[in-house]
């Protein structure tokens, strides 16, 4: 690993003009990819920013309408909070497949998002959510919706300066879904396919990982289901609508046509779960 | 680019000085000679490195060293007290709970992770907490058993 200067920052304010100020500077925060990615020099910063510091980013905020999780929260604070399990049960199904309790007392949502891997195992659930990603800009803060945060492989809606804080996500009144991750091992694994298929508010909503450059809505499915009773007939034409609205790679994980099918079977098994529950 | 970092290791206070791109994994066996915990892949898959930070199991492959300011480290070599051997790690010794013994620390502090905050753990419970650790050698029945012993003796009280 070659080295870097590390700074600890008390305030974004700070942190943000460190990443303005330093070349090749970037934030840390759980640091299970970061520090990864560092060893394998597939990285390599003049500068990491930790953030962790920054005590306001550790919260989780309830609200009547809504749920704030801060950026250091981690995936395990996260997954035995009381409001997000009452309130975000596919959020928190998603969250308990990525990587080991290890791992996840580290790792924390907005990092992963962040570290934009097309099978990001937080981004499915936030998806079909509609969450808000929350960011601190020099210019102001601003909101992105989850929807636009991913723009490839590793690329996201960020501006040089800015730091994502937090995620927001809405209290439906009612959601009914799934997350379903297909892996060769059931703990410990990268998804195959990933997917959340949900009824939000009698509205479906389906997104995909690891089947495209970036987790993915199927909006077409989404427009076809609109006002449909979930007749075999109609899961069955969606799941083959879904098919040509992702677009999946041959790899060490799986064949092209294996995720196609999963993303299929993704379809019929979450509206099936809808539905009949 | 050097830091001074304050610490708890094994129950001592400890201030020692640290390179940035030093994980806590490399300071524990090359500065302290704390040499339980392993390198097994480096990347968060295989917990052999795993040790409790804040009472927490994590990777310690995964976290930079500079990351452990003020917080509370404990390794295998912090668990027994002098010469007395921790329960857990008598109970893996009796059932023969290790073959090659690389995973055996990493075990051994998922393990106690468990128990510290669930002193009677089921099977499932056991299963789940070492999900994090691979062994190559035993096929995990005897590791589980060994848990479950301290479980059932906990239970027992």
Redesign the interface.
Known sequence: ??????Y?PDTLKEASELLLKLDKSYI?NG??DV??R??NELMEPDA?I?I?EIKSLHEIIEEEESITVGACVTM?EMAHHKAVIHDFGILVDAVHYA?????R??ATMAGNICNASPLADSATPLLVYDAKVLVYSPNGDREIPITEFFKGVRKIALEKGEIVTGVRINKYKSVKGVFRKFSRR???DLSTVCSSVASVDGEIKIAFGSVAPIPLRAYKTEEFLKDKELTDEVIKEASKIARTEVSPIDDIRASKEYRLDMVELSVVRGLEHIRDN | MKHKISFILNNEKITHEVESNKTLLSVLREDFDFTGAKEGCGMGECGACTVLVNGQPINSCMMLAVDIEGKEVLTIEGLSRGDVLDDLQISFIENGALQCGYCTPGMIMSAKALLNENPTPTEEDVKHAISGNLCRCTGYQKIVKAIMVVADKNNNQ
């Open positions: 690993m070659k080295n870097f200067d590390y600890k840390i640091g299970t520090v990864v560092l060893r990491l930790n962790k395990n990587g080991s309790g290890q791992v007392n580290l059931k703990e410990v």
